[in-house]
Structures are given as structure tokens and as C-alpha cells.
């Protein structure tokens, strides 16, 4: 049993279960998961089989190089039926919203609320990415502030996290660092791992030397892989 068969398995369980009663959108929600995982496990493995197919196709070639015609991919000529997958590059948003490293607090705040976004990239002067600054890491100070807590040995090495979050007054010192982030090359597939491992609903997408060249949403990959997966079975 795969991963995605699991997780469905386990959802049928849960709203079958006796005397549960269900969260408000509960059953939407988990719709939409298994989708996601599923759409995920199935275009990642059509594509592991199709690198296998290329890899025999590339193996026979050099063992019999005068008897095999040259393959193209160009419209009308290809003798392959498959279709490249989808890249990030596609389905990212460009140009991307982010904020300097020295922005205040407040300003972040702002921000976020004016991008109407949970998440922002935090640049260098030279567009290199830093961090994430996220509506989490703003509620860890403003939790902290507004309770006026002072807890005691144990606790302050329980909540070190967020009370380190607390002093902090630019997005440089309020950010989770190291940013995880994709290439504009990589595959859909592969940035919808990262996104379903981490949580995250947003990923800065950088260029080979860090800087940042856009912004990919989950529902973009979802999507995307949704859309690859529909027209490979036709």
C-alpha cells in the first residue's frame, strides 16, 4: 500500500468512525489532500517510467548506433508519444513580492496584509533570498507582547523559539531561515513534494545563485499536476 492509498484509507476510517462528529469543511479538506497526494504519486511515477523508457532507449542506442534512427521531438516528427512534465517556471508567479531584511515590523505587517499573502520572501540588496517571513512569525511577537508572560526556567526553554521571535523588530530577525525554495527547472512534481513535506503554502523560487525569480503557490502545483495527469490519459 502506497502512501496515497494510506492516507485515503485512513480518511475513510476517520469519517467512518462511531460517535465522531465531523469539523466544519472537514470532508472538502481531505478531498482536496488526497487529490493533491494522489495527483502527486501518480505523475511522479509516470515520470520515473519515463526516464526508465529513455535510459533503455539511450542503452540500445549505444550498443547499436547504425541501426538506430536518430529520435526528435519536433511537432510532426517525434516517434515519443510522452510529454515533457510540467516545470515550476510555468506555474510561478512573476514578479514576486518580497521585503528587504531591515523592514520593520510593522511595515511587514503591512505587507502582508496589502499582498493579501501568509508568506513573504526576505531579500538582500541583491534580490538574494534569506529567509521566509511569515503571518506566524508575526503572531509569535505579538503574542508574546500583548500577554506581558514571563515564564519561568523550564518554560523559557520550552518557548525559546518564540520569545527569540518576541525581540525581534525587522524581518531579517522575525524570519525562519534557511528558506526552502525551488528552480524555475524543476518539475512540478518535485516542488509539490517539497510543498506537501513542508506544509508551506508558498515557495520563493530562486535562480542558481539565490536570487529570487518568483513565487509558486500549492494551488498552482495542484493544478498543474491535476491538469499534466488529465492530459496524459487522454
Same mark, same amino acid.
Given at each position: 500500500?502506497?502512501?496515497?492509498?494510506?492516507?485515503?484509507?485512513?480518511?475513510?476510517?476517520?469519517?467512518?468512525?462511531?460517535?465522531?462528529?465531523?469539523?466544519?469543511?472537514?470532508?472538502?479538506?481531505?478531498?482536496?489532500?488526497?487529490?493533491?497526494?494522489?495527483?502527486?504519486?501518480?505523475?511522479?511515477?509516470?515520470?520515473?517510467?519515463?526516464?526508465?523508457?529513455?535510459?533503455?532507449?539511450?542503452?540500445?542506442?549505444?550498443?547499436?548506433?547504425?541501426?538506430?534512427?536518430?529520435?526528435?521531438?519536433?511537432?510532426?516528427?517525434?516517434?515519443?508519444?510522452?510529454?515533457?512534465?510540467?516545470?515550476?517556471?510555468?506555474?510561478?508567479?512573476?514578479?514576486?513580492?518580497?521585503?528587504?531584511?531591515?523592514?520593520?515590523?510593522?511595515?511587514?505587517?503591512?505587507?502582508?496584509?496589502?499582498?493579501?499573502?501568509?508568506? &513573504? #520572501? *526576505?531579500? /538582500?540588496?541583491?534580490?538574494?533570498?534569506? =529567509? @521566509? $517571513?511569515?503571518?506566524?512569525? +508575526? !503572531?509569535?511577537?505579538?503574542?508574546?507582547?500583548?500577554?506581558?508572560?514571563?515564564?519561568?526556567?523550564?518554560?523559557?526553554?520550552?518557548?525559546?523559539?518564540?520569545?527569540?521571535?518576541?525581540?525581534?523588530?525587522?524581518?531579517?530577525?522575525?524570519?525562519?531561515?534557511?528558506?526552502?525554495?525551488?528552480?524555475?527547472?524543476?518539475?512540478?512534481?518535485?516542488?509539490?513534494?517539497?510543498?506537501?513535506?513542508?506544509?508551506?503554502?508558498? &515557495? #520563493? *523560487?530562486? /535562480?542558481?545563485?539565490?536570487?529570487?525569480? =518568483? @513565487? $509558486?503557490?500549492?494551488?498552482? +502545483? !495542484?493544478?498543474?499536476?491535476?491538469?499534466?495527469?488529465?492530459?496524459?490519459?487522454?
Amino acid at each position: 500500500m502506497n502512501d496515497f492509498e494510506r492516507f485515503s484509507a485512513g480518511a475513510e476510517a476517520r469519517r467512518a468512525a462511531p460517535g465522531r462528529t465531523p469539523r466544519p469543511d472537514e470532508e472538502r479538506r481531505e478531498d482536496l489532500l488526497t487529490r493533491y497526494i494522489g495527483a502527486v504519486a501518480s505523475v511522479s511515477a509516470k515520470h520515473a517510467a519515463v526516464r526508465l523508457s529513455a535510459a533503455v532507449q539511450n542503452a540500445e542506442k549505444a550498443e547499436t548506433p547504425e541501426k538506430t534512427p536518430a529520435r526528435t521531438t519536433q511537432a510532426g516528427n517525434s516517434t515519443d508519444t510522452h510529454t515533457e512534465p510540467p516545470l515550476v517556471r510555468e506555474v510561478m508567479d512573476v514578479p514576486a513580492a518580497s521585503v528587504r531584511e531591515d523592514t520593520p515590523f510593522l511595515e511587514v505587517a503591512r505587507m502582508l496584509t496589502r499582498e493579501d499573502v501568509g508568506s &513573504l #520572501p *526576505v531579500v /538582500d540588496a541583491e534580490d538574494h533570498v534569506l =529567509g @521566509v $517571513v511569515s503571518e506566524s512569525d +508575526l !503572531l509569535a511577537k505579538a503574542a508574546v507582547e500583548a500577554s506581558g508572560h514571563h515564564p519561568g526556567v523550564l518554560a523559557r526553554l520550552r518557548e525559546r523559539r518564540l520569545h527569540d521571535k518576541a525581540r525581534g523588530e525587522t524581518a531579517e530577525t522575525l524570519m525562519t531561515s534557511p528558506a526552502i525554495t525551488v528552480y524555475p527547472r524543476q518539475t512540478v512534481a518535485e516542488a509539490a513534494w517539497l510543498v506537501a513535506l513542508s506544509r508551506l503554502k508558498r &515557495l #520563493p *523560487v530562486t /535562480d542558481h545563485s539565490g536570487r529570487l525569480v =518568483g @513565487v $509558486v503557490h500549492r494551488n498552482a +502545483l !495542484l493544478n498543474a499536476l491535476i491538469r499534466d495527469e488529465t492530459q496524459t490519459g487522454e
